[in-house]
């Protein structure tokens, strides 16, 4: 009698565990390291794009500025216009023919990096444009440089608007990773693989696999959810007792 | 026109320079002109009030003069030195004038306290203490020192318009604008605004306000501006522009708010 699906889900989970645990681990350092390195591109980039030039500015600075620009709008078009398996492949064999000794964990996170910050500078610039202009005016009439307003004012709200997408960013990225399995890196995928091969039971693998990549985005989501819900829940203001009289003081003798 | 402009130009041979001096003014938005060669200048201690009907270009003026938006041509001289276009020299202007807006652009990702703290520590470069210290008086003096630990969304439209104004004032500033400042507020909260701005002129701080408040402009303006279509239509004290305006556009105007104006003065009345 042939073996039935349970036992193959049962052996394959005896045999491999210490391998899946392995690759979920991989997965889950390369999204989380290549995502947060992407959010700092795309932020970089992002605030780069919404700089504006003033008219007095000395030429250095249109020039840098105008320049920068370019470089950025090419590397946002190009790593949005392409599948990430494919930059995988480009970089990581790009970097090895160019004779860089480098790892495929590395590359990975640097092709998941790329990819993160081309979509996040838009993102970002979206989330800096959602912050009413008037908050930037607010900064600029007390004499606040572009970048102090950025940083103290802008960026916090545009910040506090885009965390529900970045927290869909990083599932996507969790997700994605598996691509990179073409260029070797022993990540949830790479191994389901490898386990699968051994037996010829590919239903059974992937399941297992399908079923690790779903408690590890479950979990992902209800921890980041609780964490934006705590850092960012109204909370009441309390009056502040110790200038209280002395308001109604000061009201009184008027 | 022609004599009005001979007596700026023998200002500024005498030892009293105006402290704002516009020049030449001209702002178009594409083919529209909205500000038509504006002249005139402003003297340490004035209280101007812009008054005129909405699209005269009252609030462009404004936002001229600070370099919100950037003029067509002209200049603004602040104690007689130009003030050029680069950043750097317009962020130093703006730390000296500060401006209050209709919709009070206070920040929202702080609370009343640190919205009053963020331009000592960053433009004037004071300490903590200092800044704090600076903040609480000014948020006394308009009534909401004990609302430092509330964000802007907690509270009113005229609670947030007092801290935008004590904002402005912790700064020093020598010219303080004021855009409209109580257009979006509900009748009963214009009057604590109103107030809080009296009070500023009677201290002598110079400024100018564009306002809709004909009763206010009248009462506490030293000098009222009336524009119409981008151009200075009346000029000269409240009592000469509301009781004696020699042009017409600015008797019709000012007929049509008679009825609200007395309304006003009544309203005020029963709050004395």
Known sequence: MEKGFFYWIVQLTKEYWPYFIKGMWITVVIAIIGTILGFIVGFLIGMLQSTKVSEGDNI?????????????????????GTPMMVQAMVIYYGLKMGGASISAFSASIIVLLLNTGAYMAETVRGGIISVDVGQLEGGFAMGMSHSMTMFNVILPQAFRNIIPEMVNMFLTNLKMTSELNVIGVAELFFVTKTAAGTYYRYFEAYIICAVIYYILCTFFTKLLSSIEKKTFDKKDYELAAEYMNLDEGEKNGN | MEIKQDIIHSDEHSTNTPILKIDHIVKKFGTHE????????????????????????????????????????????????????????????????????????????????????????????????????????????VGMAPYINAKPEQLSGGQKQRVAIARALTMHPQVLLFDEPTSALDPEMVGDVLKVIKELANNGLTMMIVTHEMAFARDVSTRTIFMDQGLIAEDGTPDEVFKHPKNARVKEFLSRYINDTNLETEHKKKEA
């Open chain 2, 34 to 141: 909205v500000l038509k060669d504006l002249d005139f200048s402003v003297q340490k201690g004035e209280v101007v009030c812009i008054i005129g009907s909405s699209g005269s270009g009252k609030s462009t003026l404004l936002r001229c003069i600070n370099g919100l938006e950037k003029m067509t041509a002209g200049s603004v001289y602040f104690h007689n030195q130009k003030i050029g276009k680069d950043s750097k020299s317009i962020n130093h202007f703006r730390s000296q004038v500060g401006m209050v807006f209709q919709s009070f652009n206070l920040f929202n990702n702080m609370t009343v306290l640190q919205n009053c703290m963020t331009g000592t520590i960053k433009v004037l470069k004071k300490d903590k203490e200092e800044s704090k210290h600076l903040a609480i008086k000014y948020l006394k003096q």
């Open chain 1, 60 to 80: 250095t600075k249109r020039i840098g500025l105008s320049t920068l620009d370019w470089i950025c709008r090419a590397y946002v078009s190009i790593f949005r």
